[in-house]
Every structure is written in structure tokens, then in C-alpha cells.
Nanobody
């Protein structure tokens, strides 16, 4: 089992940048694929990005591709989401998630463990 704690959210102007962090407990962090999802007000939670166990493979939603970068440090049990060129439509609660067995990178049900979320607000 793994526990996840997100940090780094906040208020930023459009065009700005933020870096989210997700710290994981436990000694088996490298066994999990890690993802970031987000939920905007009044909308369903959606996939943003994911990274494989080794960090060699990454996948992004079309809406964030080219602006967001997911990375991980298995020595620090941490996954990051660097968000650049932020837009007001990126405003959401961002969730970190972990999966031991994944077949669909963008499917919520493939991720068994979730953090509490961190709020990102982008002003226009």
C-alpha cells in the first residue's frame, strides 16, 4: 500500500508556471506507475499525465501535451508535474494516483491509490 500527498498548488496568472509534487510513502515506490488527474469545478475528473515505473515512458492528455511535463525521482519517492503556459481552463484540483497493474494509462479505475488533491487556480 502507498500513501500519497500532493503539494505545490496555488494561484497563478495565465501564462505562468507551477510545479506540483506528490510524495509517496513506502519502500516500493518504483513498483508503481504514477499519474496526475484533475477535476475542474462542475466537471468529472480527467486524466492529465502518467509516467511508467522506470520513468522512461510518459503519456499526456491532448489538452496538456507540450505544456506539462511529468517526471519522477524514485530515490526520493516523488513524482512531479511541471506546468507551463498555464491557462484559466487548467484551473482544477489536481490529484496524484498510483497503479501497480495498469493497462489503460488514462483510466481512473486502473489507479488504486489516490492523494487528497491540491488546488490550482489560473487567473486570466
Amino acid at each position: 500500500q502507498v500513501q500519497l500527498v500532493e503539494s505545490g498548488g496555488g494561484l497563478v496568472q495565465a501564462g505562468g508556471s507551477l510545479r506540483l509534487s506528490c510524495a509517496a510513502s513506502g519502500r516500493t515506490f518504483g513498483s508503481y506507475s504514477m499519474g496526475w488527474f484533475r477535476q475542474a469545478p462542475g466537471k468529472e475528473r480527467e486524466f492529465a499525465a502518467t509516467i511508467s515505473r522506470s520513468g522512461l515512458n510518459t503519456y499526456y492528455a491532448n489538452s496538456v501535451k507540450g505544456r506539462f511535463t511529468i517526471s519522477r525521482d524514485n530515490t526520493q519517492n516523488t513524482v512531479y508535474l511541471q506546468m507551463n503556459s498555464l491557462k484559466p481552463e487548467d484551473t482544477a484540483v489536481y490529484y496524484c494516483a498510483a497503479s501497480l497493474y495498469i493497462s489503460n494509462w488514462d483510466r481512473e479505475t486502473d489507479y488504486a491509490y489516490w492523494g487528497q488533491g491540491t488546488q490550482v487556480t489560473v487567473s486570466s
